[in-house]
């Protein structure tokens, strides 16, 4: 079998925000920047979630199935971003639970089988960008903020344009009427009502 090429084809993961910097940002101040029309690399991405479970730690999880696509501007600040996320994708390594997480004390998936986020707006803040949208889930839609830091733009082995992205938000799940739990004898709860969602993404360039 022939050995697979790692090697990008030009120098790699060039950071998008430098900390020594106040510079404006545009396309010209990015190295690497492109506009167009970028799709989630699903392969070498990652939508994970975690939650507090007996108040003493967190149970995490993962969706297996997602996409999502990216529109940059020539003001980066412009640029678009929606995802979706199919729920019954749900896998936090246990069978019983995640058919539990699937019924109508969770996400209600037979009604509700998509998670979906559209951005409204992007600001630059330091080092990071703070992505605005609407996230919809159980058919309710809240505001959220993703606090994202952007990798870098780079060439793969195989000739694709791509760039990295790591986002982080945080949402009350009893606001989006995902509202089960179980008190405990000792005090508290079953389950935390916050639940922190993670993004660690790769997208590629699509031909015009």
């Known amino acids: 079998m022939d050995q697979v090429d790692w090697t990008p084809r030009f120098e790699p993961q060039t950071p998008l925000f430098r900390k020594d910097t106040t510079m404006t940002l545009t396309a010209a101040t990015v190295p690497g920047y492109q506009t167009g029309t970028w799709k989630i690399d699903p392969t070498h991405s990652e939508v994970t979630f975690s939650v507090r479970h007996l108040a003493i730690s967190k149970v995490k999880g993962k969706f297996e199935t997602f996409d999502a696509t990216v529109v940059t501007a020539e003001n980066p600040l412009e640029s678009t971003v929606e995802a979706n996320i199919d729920v019954a994708s749900i896998n936090t390594g246990q069978e019983q639970r995640d058919q539990h997480l699937k019924t109508s004390d969770f996400f209600l998936t037979e009604e509700h089988p998509q998670l979906t986020f559209r951005s409204t707006s992007i600001e630059a803040k330091g080092d990071d960008l ?79």
């Open 130 to 208: 703070h992505i605005a949208g609407d996230l919809t889930l159980r058919g309710v839609t809240k505001p959220v903020v993703l606090k994202a830091e952007l990798g870098g733009f780079t060439t793969d082995g195989y000739g694709q344009v791509k760039f990295g992205a790591e986002a982080t938000t945080k949402i009350d799940r009893t606001e989006f009427g995902v509202n089960w739990n179980a008190a405990l004898e000792a005090g508290g709860f079953t389950l935390g009502n916050d639940v922190t969602i993670n993004l660690d993404v790769q997208f590629v360039l699509q031909a015009a």
